[in-house]
Nanobody
Framework: QVQLVESGGGLVQGGGSLRLSCAAS????????MGWYRQGPGKRRDLVAVITSRGNTNYADSVMGRFTISRDNAKNTVYLQMNSLKPEGTAVYYCNADLGTVAGHCRSYWGQGTQVTVSS
């Protein structure tokens, strides 16, 4: 059974920092693109950042220069360092990864989500 487990959310004051982690586990063969999405209250789920297996990254304009995505391929883990957080960043943050299993399947997986609350 393949799963993504997130950690690192919480409450932070505006201007503060948080680091999210997401570890993929199970019968994995490969971890391809991994990324973070967020969904604020009453809003759709939007891409925050994504990183390929080769380390190429892409960010939403709203977080460019403040957030950094990285990964440890040996641990099948992706991180999101969030600096200069703003109240509008309050949302549930979801990890997403394109994973290949030893059974030969490849599909997109989602984590359970972690709440990030930024106070003003």
């Amino acid at each position: 059974q393949v799963q993504l487990v997130e950690s690192g959310g919480g409450l932070v004051q505006g201007g503060g920092s948080l680091r999210l982690s997401c570890a993929a586990s199970g019968s994995l063969f490969s971890a391809n693109a991994m990324g973070w999405y967020r969904q604020g209250p009453g809003k759709r789920r939007d891409l925050v950042a994504v990183i390929t297996s080769r380390g190429n990254t892409n960010y939403a304009d709203s977080v460019m220069g403040r957030f950094t995505i990285s990964r440890d391929n040996a641990k099948n883990t992706v991180y999101l360092q969030m600096n200069s957080l703003k109240p509008e960043g309050t949302a549930v943050y979801y990890c997403n990864a394109d994973l290949g299993t030893v059974a030969g399947h490849c599909r997109s997986y989602w984590g359970q989500g972690t709440q990030v609350t930024v106070s003003s």
